[in-house]
């Protein structure tokens, strides 16, 4: 990791650095930050009296919440596709003439 790849942010006055080597997928380290810090920022402004901490906890669960929906819809995507599929199998084999 040399340093000039390493970027720095700020979120509600935290600085954090992040090196994009370590992140993973399609996903740029701006749109990352970016997130966060609109999540974080529609927190604070709903509950101005919570601390920065109390803000970074709620987003963090808000965006682990958001994640976990995401990974439940698509194993259930996936589980429709497959069922689907196999009916679709099974109804080819039904009107399909047999093999002489």
Same mark, same amino acid.
């Given at each position: 990791?040399?340093r000039?790849?390493?970027?720095?942010?700020?979120?509600?006055?935290s600085? /954090?650095?992040?090196n994009?080597?370590?992140?993973s997928? !399609?996903?740029?380290? @701006?749109e990352?930050? &970016?997130?966060?810090?609109?999540t974080?920022t529609s927190?604070k402004?709903?509950?101005?009296?919570?601390?920065?901490?109390? /803000?970074?906890l709620l987003a963090a669960?808000k965006?682990? !919440?958001?994640?976990l @929906?995401?990974?439940? &819809?698509y194993r259930?995507?996936i589980k429709?596709?497959q069922?689907?599929a196999?009916?679709?199998?099974r109804?080819i084999?039904?009107?399909?003439?047999?093999?002489l």
């Open positions: 990791m040399t000039e790849s390493v970027t720095d942010f700020e979120i509600l006055g600085r /954090v650095k992040i994009p080597d370590k992140v997928g !399609e996903t740029t380290p @701006n990352i930050v &970016e997130y966060v810090r609109q974080a927190i402004t709903q509950a101005p009296q919570l601390e920065n901490g109390q /803000v970074f669960l965006i682990a !919440e958001e994640n @929906n995401l990974n439940r &819809e259930d995507n429709n596709v069922a689907s196999q009916d679709a199998l109804f084999e039904e009107v399909s003439p047999t093999a």
